[in-house]
């Protein structure tokens, strides 16, 4: 009997290795890519947060200044007047985006990264590696 190899059929090659060094590198990429892959969620959650400050800000613009508004300080809320929920909410932005920024610099921190493992892992493995996001 004859073997016989089909398009697309995966034929291990023999010369390639992989080495302790090798598999760290890979564990490496993979821990950074589920990382980047929690920061680009937690930026998403933190702009919508920022939105809703927005669009707070932007009811507060419609009311009277002799009310009182509830603002919610952890799991209470607190009646303030608008100027100091005006500065609350502008507070509240403020840290949103410095968050925002942070986690965009650790992102790009990460994606720098994994662009150098990406490098060296397909230089030495070709084809007989995938590092490339599964497309949803």
Known sequence: MTATSAKGTFQPDSDVHITYEDQQRINKFARHNARNEDLKEELKNKLAELRNLED???????????????????????????????????????????????????????????LDLKTQLYAKFGNHINLEPDED
């Open 56 to 114: 707070a800000v932007e009811e507060l613009e419609l009311m009277d200044d002799t009310e009182q508004v509830p603002f919610l300080v952890g799991e209470v809320f607190l009646f303030q007047n608008l100027e100091n929920t005006q500065k609350s909410l502008a507070e509240a932005k403020e840290k949103i985006q410095e968050d925002i920024k942070a986690i965009q610099s650790k992102s790009a921190q990460l994606t720098e990264t994994m």
